[in-house]
C-alpha cells in the first residue's frame, strides 16, 4: 500500500485513516516566498465536507486544516509542507453485516483480495476521506499557479439528466448544492437526486474542471504529457471510470476539419476560433483554457439488495445502511479542481526548469 | 524534452527521431530467464507497420528489430534489453510550406511555443515513428505476462459508425485491415474511409484493449492505481484524447443497481455476473478482464485547407500532402495494446514484489 | 529546497523546522502486521536526545514521538505512517551577529548563496533537529527488519585519538556519554573533550556502523548498489565529509593477497575468514557484517574568532555564543545508526520484491 | 538486474555484456542547441582503454563511440542521445576454474548468492567494461558544464605509495601511465607494479577528482545534497570501498579552527584562505573547487592462490588467469572524472532549474 506520493516537483505525500487521530499531507517542492496562511486553504476543504445539504453523506466534521512546517510569517520558505486535520467524528459504530460481506463494486473486496486484509472502519485508505488532503494540497497549488490562473469545476451530468451548455454561467456553480452550472438544470437533479436518495439507490454523474490562464508550453513530449498526468490525476479520484480532455470521445466521430481548431493571428498573438483540444497539443499546453471531464460511477453504497459473497465464502445479498452519499460525484467537483490545479502547478514548476 | 521514459520496474527508455540513423529503446527491469528472440517482437512491429493498406500511411521500410543486449542464449538475463531499429526510408523530401506553416491540432505548435525550435523533418520525437519501440516494448512485456495473459485490440468506432457488439468475434480482427472484430462493419468502414481517403480529408476513431487472464490484485490504492497508470500510458499515446475503463462515461447515467457487477461463488471462486467496472476497483484489479477504451481523434495532416498562421505570423491557408493516415486510430491498436500490456507487466512485477 | 524524502520501497519524508510548532515524518512503504509502537521509538529519540551530558549541546526537549496514522492495534497496516515530535523549546533567543554573519564552515553560506534566504532561527531545515525524525523512522526501519538484524553504532575516534580496537566491546557503548566502545578510552575523551569544550573550540570524529545478521543478497548491479545507497545516506547526515565500507581507504594500500576475503565451507554455509571488504561485494551483501564508517568534522559552531565576511559583505572575526556540540560526531551515532537501518530496510523490501 | 539508470534530470542508462554485439547509452535530459559530435567523446574513451601500457588488461578495443540519436546538424536537440560501441574482442575463451570457482572479493559470488546465475563470460554487467559508457556519458556532461567547469583526475596513492602533493602538476597526468601529477613519483610507481605485475598479485590505489569552475549553489539541503549525490556516484565504480569529500577523513582529527576555511572579501566577491570543505557546505556548492577522493580496492583476479569454494560446494584453492589489471585503481581516474562530471552536470541543471 505504498503509493501515497503524487507529482515530480509538487510533490504531495497524504496520511491518514478516516478512523485514526488524524488526516494529513507533505507538499514537498513549493517554492519559497508565496503568501500562505490557513486561510487560503480552509474555504476548499469547506466546498469538499460533506454534511451540507440532504444530497451528501451527513457525516460532520469541521475539516480545520493547521500548517504546521514550511511557512514563515505568511510566506511558504521552500521547506516542505506539513498539513494536518484533526478528525473529530470517530465514533464508533456498528458496521453490521457490512464488516463481513463485500459491496459489488467497492474496493472492499481487492483490498482483500490483495491483502488479506479487510478495514471495514469506514474503508481505511479507500474512504473518500483521503481527499480532503487532495483538496488541502490543491489550494497550496492555486497559490504556486497564482492568480492568473484560475481552476473551476461544475456538474455537467447527473445520472442521464445533462445540462444545456449554453446556459452555462460560472456564478451558479457557486449558488446551488450540486456545483451546476446550469441554473435551470437544478430544480431538476433536486428532484431527480431527492428521488434516488428515498429510493436507498445512487447514481452516476460526469464533472468538468477548466483552467483559465493556462500559459502555453506546459507539459512535455512522449511521457512527460500535461494530458496524460491529468489523465492519471483525476483517474486516481475514488469511483472515476473516464477521462477526456476537450472534446475527449466526441473527436472519434468528427472529421479533421471538424476537428480542427482554426488560428488567425490577432495583433502578435494568436486566436484560436474553437477549442476542441482543451488547450492541449501534443501533450503540451497552447495557452487555450484546459478542459477536462471525468465520469463517476454510482457509490456501491446502497439500499437495494444485490447478488454477492461474504468473507466466509457464501453467497449473500448485500445492502448498505448509514450515511452515505446518493450521488458521490457531487463532492468530487472540489476534488477535481485540486487534482488539475496540482498538475498544473507540478507541471509550472518542470516549465519554469527548463524541464518539461 | 526529458521525458522518454515509462513504468516504474519495467521501465521502457526509448529514442531515435524519424530521420536518424535509427530508433530504439532500452528495457531496464525485465526479468531473467525469459524465453526472448526476435521472433517474439517482429510481429507486433508487422501488424503496426504502415503502408499495409490503402487506409495508413504508405511508408515503407521492413522496422526489423535487432536485440543488441540482455539476452544470452534465447533467454533474457536480467540486465538491460536494448532493441534496435535501423531506418531505411529517410528520404529527404519536400516539406515545403509544411516547414514554415502550423496544422491546426498538430503538435507542431506547441513544440514551438515550447522550445523554440522546429524539427519539420517528420515531426521528429512527435512522429508516430516513436510509437513502433512501444510496440517493441510491449511485444516484451508480454512474454513477461506469459501465456496466461493475453491482450487484444480492436477498432470499435470509425467516425460517426460503430460496431455491433453483438457479433464481435476476435478472430475477425486479425482478418481486415481495421482490426475490426465485426465483419459486417468493414465494407461499411472501406467505403466511408475511401471517400474520406479519396476527399483528402481524415477522421477520427475509438478503439477498445482487452486483456484476457490478469490476475486479481495488480495495482495498488491511492497513486498508484491500476486504471490510473492505465489512463496515463494511453493518454500518452499520440492523438489521443480520452480513456475510459469498462463501461466508463457511460456509468454516469446508471443507477448504483445498474452498475453494480453482482457476484456469486462458484465453488471456491468469485464469479460475477457482468463487468461494467472493465475489470478493476478501487485500482486494483478483480481477475475479470481488464477493458480499456481510448479515443484518437482524426490527424491534423489532409488536404482541406484550415485556416491558420505560420512561423512569421501570418494568417495563412494550411493544406497537408505527402504520405499520411487517413484514419491513424487503425494503427493505433497496436500501439495501444503494448501500452496496455506493459503497464500489466510493470503492475506484475509490483504485485510480485508485494510493492503495489 | 525540495529534496526532503529518502529511500526507494522503504520511504521517508522529514518536514518541519527547529523553531516551528513540530517535526515529523511520513513513512511511507512500510509492509503491513508488523508491531509497532511508540515504545519501539522512544528509546532511540531518547538517545539522540541533547542534553544529557556535559559534551552535548544544553537544549531540553523530551522529543516525545506520537504515532498519527498507518498503525492499528499495535501493529502497521500498509498505510503511511506519519509520526510527529512537537517542539516544546522554541524560546525566542538572541542570536546577535550570527544573524549578520557566516560561520565558516556552516551551511548558512551555501544556503544564502543559493537561495537568497537567511533563517537564522537555528539553522531552519540546516539545523541537526532534522536528525530526530531519521532516528525515528530507523527505529521503524528496525521493526522492518526484525530481530535477527542488529544495527549499532560506535564513536572510534575524536580528534586524533582513536580507540583501541582490540579492546571493543558492545556493551561499553551504552555505558558512557561518547558511545565509546573501549572503556579504556573514555577517560581520555572526557579530559580532552573537557578540554576542548572550556577553551570554547570543537572536534571532529569518526563514527563505525556495524549491522550484524543481514542476509546474504541485499543489493543490486551497477547503480542500485548497497554501498552506493549507504555512501549517499551517510552524506547526507550533517558535517561528514567521508565514508568506508570495510577497510575503506585502507584498502587502498593492500595487495591482492592481503585484501583477499579467503573462504572456506562449514558445513553447507560459506565461512570467511576474515571481513575487509565489510560485508558488501559487487554492491550486494555477503551475509559477514556490514560495516561502515563516516567522518564527521568538527561543528563551524565555537568561541574561537575565525576571519569571516558578513551578510553586508564586510570583514569580519566571527564568533558562535550559545548551546552548542564540542563534538558533533557523539549526536552523530544513532543518527548513523538509523540511516544504516533505513538502507537495509529498504533493500530488504527490494530483495524481497525481487527487484534489487 | 534492473538498476541501469543514475541521475535525476541528466539521466544516463547504460546497456550491453562485455561478450555481446555491443555496449550502449541513452541520456535523457541533455538541454538542446549544445555542440556535440563523436569527437567530443572519443578522446575520453581512448584514455580509459585497456591495452595501452603493461599495467592495464590487455584486452584491446577501438571502442569507437557513434551518436545515433538526438544530434542534428552537430547540436544537441533535447531528445534522448543515444551512444554505441559495437564490442570487437569479444573472443570466446577458456574461462577454465573460474567458470566453477569464487574469487575472494569478487562480486561472482554476491551475484550468484543472489540471483543463482553465473555468468563467468568476463562477468557481464559487473565487468569494468560497462564503465565505457560512463565515460561516453561523462563526456556528453562535460559539454552541458561548458568549458568554465573543468573536471580533472589523478592517481595519488598506489599501494601504500602516495605522491608528494607540493610536486603536483597537472600536465604530468597526461604524460605517464598511471595519471600521476608529481613526477618523481612515476618510477617508483613503475618499479612496484612491474613487481606487483610479475608477481601475479595486485595492489589498490586512491584516485583524486577535481572539479574548478563549478559555480557556487549546486546541490540541495536535506537529500539532494551535492557530496551525498557524488558519494554515490564514487561508490558505484567497480571496487571502490571509499570516498571523501575535501580533507575527508582528516577532518575527523582537526579542531574547529583547524577546519575552518576562513573567509575575507576580495572585491565584491567572498574569497576562501583553503579549501578543507572541499567546496561544499550543507551539501551545495561554495564556488571553491569540488574535490572528492576514493579508494580502489585491489583486484581479486591475481595468480596468487587464495582459499576459496566453487559451485559445487567444495573448498578449493583460486587462482585467474588470464588478462586483468595489476592495479584497476589506473583505469578508475577517467571514470571518476566522468562519475563527477555526470553528477555535476545534473545538478547544474537542477540548480538553473530552481529545484535543487
Known sequence: MSYNTFGH?????????????????????????????EADIQPFLDSRRPGQSAFTTQRREPDEVSIESGVFEGHTTGTPISLVIRNTDQRSKDYGEIAQTFRPGHADLTYYLKYGIRDYRGGGRSSARETAMRVAAGAVARRVLGDAVRVRGALVQVGPHGIDRDRWDWNETTSNPFFCPDRETVPLWEQYLGDIRKSGSSVGAVVEIVADGVPPGLGAPIYGKLDADIAAALMSINAVKGVEIGDGFATAAYTGPENADAMHMDGRAIAFESNHAGGILGGISTGQPVVARFAVKPTSSMLTPVPSVNVAGEDVQVVTKGRHDPCVGIRAVPVGEAMLACVLADHMLRHRGQIG
Chains 1, 2, 3, 4 share one sequence.
Open 9 to 37: 516537483l509538487f510533490r504531495v505525500t497524504t496520511w491518514g485513516e478516516s478512523h485514526g487521530p488524524a488526516i494529513g499531507c507533505v507538499i514537498d517542492g513549493c517554492p519559497p516566498r508565496i503568501p500562505l496562511t
